[in-house]
């Protein structure tokens, strides 16, 4: 008996996330079937995308025929090797994202329950579309469906500073799209004739040193939600947000799409021979590091504990555009890793900032004097991943790193290796400091009281200290995904 072809795998993974929303909004009235319906739609999408990957680490390329819109213009959908890694990274998270957002939005007693959960699968059916996106055209439909669904998340206390972020949110990401996206698709269909992406190149031959270096620029600063500086405001500003909702922006789905986007253009479309050091696309280099290491300067000066990861994303995803710019074959295989490692480790440390601020009610970095004592599950999970984000053994985050420092080389840039190494070093002075007072600085409260274990609820426990696990357990087990990424043209 044979399982479900490749093609229906496509469908259901596109599929499931859209049904799912269906079925939360019919349970709203019972929260008990309602968030049960979650798991189970991200238990079953995870399946899907975890059965499709075995038929893309053995090489195939299982496609989804779709809608003919207008002449040259198709909604189609194509499995290939970064696609799938984004498929698993966000499929996999989302089951994790889920039930710690059980625990903490039934601790906060939180409104518009059902909104919430609907839109987080709405979400998630966009980023598949997005990972699967056989085109341009496809990648830029799903791509304006995750802004819109993430926006009632990201508003979603409605204050009047969440509505004021949200504002910013839309107008940053839209505008970007609109203004600079979707021009940079219509030059490349009008230079190509194709919207397809390519192995290879889809430009190779058709396009002028400059026009290459101007429509890179259009793509880069186009795709807002990759934050590449100064296209950055409106992260920061979308933490305002409850700490599910930042996790799943940071972690799960928004900015990762934006990386992945920006990789996917310049591995498919404009190809890594057109972008490497000397070419046309070397601003990019530059600007992914000054976004790098200004990233991480403003971090420093955080005291706001979700501020200060939000900047961390800033210059830990400028690493993806690094790789891309960098264009060789360990670099891109860097970047991809990237994305994995960033989003264990990221989300780990968002999950501990939202288990802190339920537990305990604080926000601030300067209010965590001895919480460790306190939250001891929580404070290890946040050293876990801070040491993944700067790059230490033994968690996955050293091997994004090493690949890209191996790529510097290759490309004959030994200043970016040292930009590297600098930003690490940053990390750890503004991730490392945190769990360092937590254990060892005086607790505020009167010596003579027992210190008493204080967690958050079991939840959002269980999921931190999965995702804790996982940035370990990445370490150990890189070298599939880089087999993966292997696939990729230019990274093999």
Same mark, same amino acid.
Request: proline share 6%; charged share 10%.
């Given at each position: 008996m044979t399982g479900p072809s490749p093609e229906l795998l496509v469908l259901l993974a596109l599929a499931i996330p859209?049904?799912?929303?269906?079925?939360v909004a019919a349970l709203g009235r019972w929260p008990n079937l309602r968030e049960a319906a979650t798991l189970v739609t991200g238990a079953a999408l995870f399946a899907v995308v975890l059965t499709l990957s075995a038929a893309?680490?053995?090489?195939?390329?299982?496609?989804?025929?779709?809608?003919?819109?207008?002449?040259? @213009?198709? %909604?189609? /959908?194509?499995?290939?090797p970064l696609g799938m890694l984004f498929a698993l990274v966000a499929s996999g998270l989302w089951i994790l994202n889920s039930i710690y957002s059980i625990g903490y939005m039934r601790?906060?007693?939180?409104?518009?329950? $059902? *909104?919430?959960?609907?839109?987080?699968? %709405? #979400?998630?059916? &966009? *980023?598949?579309?997005?990972?699967?996106?056989?085109?341009?055209?496809?990648?830029?439909?799903?791509?304006?469906?995750? !802004?819109? &669904? *993430?926006?009632?998340?990201?508003?979603?206390?409605?204050?009047?500073?969440?509505?004021? &972020?949200?504002?910013?949110? @839309?107008?940053?990401?839209?505008g970007t799209s609109m203004v600079l996206f979707l =021009?940079?698709?219509?030059? $490349? +269909?009008?230079?190509?004739?194709?919207?397809?992406? !390519?192995?290879?190149?889809?430009?190779?031959?058709?396009? &002028?040193?400059?026009?290459?270096? #101007?429509?890179?620029? %259009?793509?880069? /600063?186009?795709?807002?939600?990759?934050?590449?500086? =100064?296209?950055? /405001? +409106?992260?920061?500003?979308?933490m305002v947000a409850p700490t599910p909702v930042s996790a799943f922006l940071h972690a799960v789905a928004v900015v990762k799409a934006g990386v992945f986007s920006i990789l996917k253009v310049v591995v498919y479309v404009f190809g890594p021979d057109a972008l490497r050091i000397g070419s046309a696309g070397e601003w990019l280099v530059w600007v992914a590091c000054a976004s790098l290491l200004l990233g991480s300067l403003i971090a420093?000066?955080?005291?706001?504990?979700? #501020?200060?990861l939000a900047y961390s994303t800033v210059s830990q995803l400028a690493y993806v555009v690094v790789g891309a710019a960098l264009a060789t074959p360990a670099a891109l295989t860097g970047a991809?890793?990237?994305?994995? !490692?960033?989003?264990?480790?990221?989300? $780990?440390?968002f999950f501990c900032a939202g288990a802190i601020y339920v537990a305990a009610h604080k926000t601030q970095v300067s209010e965590l004097d001895g919480i460790g004592r306190r939250m001891p599950i929580t404070m290890t999970a946040f050293f876990v991943g801070s040491l993944s984000i700067i790059g230490l053994p033994p968690l996955g985050g050293l091997w994004s790193k090493w690949m890209l420092g191996v790529g510097a080389m290759q490309a004959d840039a030994g200043w970016v290796l040292g930009v590297l190494m600098v930003s690490s070093l940053l990390s750890a002075a503004y991730l490392l400091p945190i769990p360092v007072r937590a254990f060892f600085a005086p607790s505020p409260e009167p010596p003579s009281e027992p210190v008493r274990i204080q967690e958050a609820p079991l939840p959002c426990l269980l999921a931190l200290t999965v995702t804790a696990i996982l940035s370990i357990?990445?370490?150990?087990?890189?070298? =599939?995904?880089?087999?993966? %990424?292997?696939?990729? =043209?230019?990274?093999?």
């Open positions: 859209f049904a799912g929303a269906l079925a893309v680490f053995g090489g195939a390329r299982p496609e989804l025929a779709g809608l003919a819109v207008a002449p040259g @213009l198709a %909604l189609a /959908f194509e499995v290939e601790a906060h007693d939180e409104p518009r329950q $059902t *909104t919430f959960y609907v839109c987080f699968a %709405l #979400a998630i059916g &966009s *980023t598949i579309g997005i990972a699967f996106a056989q085109n341009l055209f496809a990648l830029f439909l799903f791509y304006e469906a995750l !802004t819109l &669904s *993430t926006f009632p998340l990201v508003t979603h206390k409605q204050s009047p500073e969440a509505m004021r &972020s949200g504002r910013l949110y @839309l107008l940053l990401l839209l =021009p940079a698709i219509a030059i $490349t +269909w009008a230079l190509s004739g194709t919207l397809d992406f !390519t192995a290879g190149s889809l430009l190779a031959g058709k396009a &002028s040193p400059l026009v290459i270096g #101007a429509l890179l620029g %259009l793509y880069v /600063f186009g795709i807002g939600k990759a934050a590449v500086m =100064p296209v950055h /405001f +409106w992260l920061p500003a979308a420093l000066r955080q005291d706001n504990l979700k #501020a200060r991809g890793l990237q994305i994995a !490692t960033h989003a264990a480790a990221k989300i $780990t440390l357990l990445l370490f150990f087990q890189a070298e =599939p995904i880089a087999a993966l %990424l292997r696939g990729v =043209p230019g990274a093999g």
